[in-house]
C-alpha cells in the first residue's frame, strides 16, 4: 500500500536558500541580489517557498547584515574551505535540530532560481513517501537538480562525517548512499530551475520572468472561474 501526502499534510518542513556561491561568471557578488522585472532573484524565491514551508532561513557566508532587509535568518557554513552546498544543507540541519528540534525535514533550493515550483515540496513529499525513500530530489525534463531537494534532519551526522572526514564534496554521490526519489517537471513553457549564472542569463530570466507571470495570470483567471 503507497502513500500520498496531500498538499495540505505536508510534513513540517523548513527550506534553506543556498546563497554561498561566489558568482565568478557575473564578475562577483551575490547572485540572488541580481534584479529580474524589478524584484531581486532571493526575493522572488522567497515569494514561493515561503507558503510551502514552516520557516525559510538563509545560508551564505561573510558579512550576513548584507541580506538584512529580507528578515531571514543567515546561517554560515562551519566546515572550512567553502566546500559546497552539502556544506550549506549541513548548516541546515544543524540549526533546524537546535532551533527547530520538531521538524524532521529540510528543503534546500538554489537562491538563484527564481521559478521554483508552486508544489515543489509537496511532490517531493509524496514522492519520498510513495517509494519509502530517504531523500528526494528535483529534475526537469533530462537533468537532475541534486541541490534542490528534501534531506532528513537525523541524517546530519552521516553528512558531516562524509564531509569532513572523507572529504566528500558533490551532491550526488552522496544521495546514492540513500534510497532515493526524483520528481520530475516539465521544462516548457519554461523550466522552474531555470538559474542565473551569467549576465546572459538574467537577460534571458527577463523574458521568462514575463512568461511566467502571464501563465499565473492565466492559472488565477481558471481557478476563479471553477
Not at 564534496?169 to 540513500?178: E, G, H, Q, S, V
Not at 530551475?193 to 492559472?219: G, K, P, Y
Request: net charge negative; charged share 20%; glycine share 8%.
Amino acid at each position: 500500500m503507497t502513500t500520498r501526502i496531500s498538499a495540505t499534510h505536508v510534513p513540517s518542513t523548513l527550506g534553506v536558500l543556498l546563497a554561498g556561491g561566489l558568482a565568478r561568471r557575473m564578475g562577483g557578488g551575490d547572485k540572488p541580489m541580481r534584479t529580474i522585472g524589478g524584484r531581486t532573484i532571493l526575493e522572488r524565491v522567497i515569494a514561493r517557498l515561503s507558503p510551502q514551508c514552516s520557516g525559510l532561513i538563509l545560508n551564505a557566508n561573510g558579512d550576513p547584515a548584507r541580506f538584512a532587509g529580507f528578515g531571514l535568518q543567515v546561517v554560515a557554513d562551519d566546515v572550512p574551505g567553502f566546500p559546497g552546498p552539502l556544506a550549506g544543507i549541513l548548516a541546515a540541519l544543524d540549526w533546524t535540530a537546535a532551533n527547530r528540534p520538531e521538524t524532521e525535514w529540510v528543503l534546500s533550493a538554489a537562491g538563484d532560481c527564481p521559478f521554483l515550483p508552486r508544489d515543489l515540496v509537496a511532490r517531493l513529499h509524496d514522492a519520498r513517501a510513495r517509494e519509502n525513500a530517504q531523500l528526494a530530489v528535483a529534475a526537469s525534463g533530462e537533468q537532475s537538480h541534486p541541490v534542490i531537494g528534501l534531506w532528513r534532519v537525523a541524517l546530519r551526522d552521516e553528512l558531516r562525517h562524509a564531509l569532513v572526514v572523507e572529504d566528500l564534496r558533490k551532491i550526488d554521490r552522496w544521495t546514492a548512499r540513500y534510497p532515493l526519489a526524483t520528481v520530475t517537471w516539465p521544462n516548457e513553457p519554461l523550466d522552474p530551475f531555470f538559474n542565473a549564472n551569467t549576465v546572459e542569463d538574467i537577460a534571458e530570466a527577463e523574458r521568462l520572468a514575463a512568461l511566467d507571470e502571464r501563465a499565473a495570470q492565466a492559472a488565477s483567471g481558471t481557478d476563479q472561474a471553477s
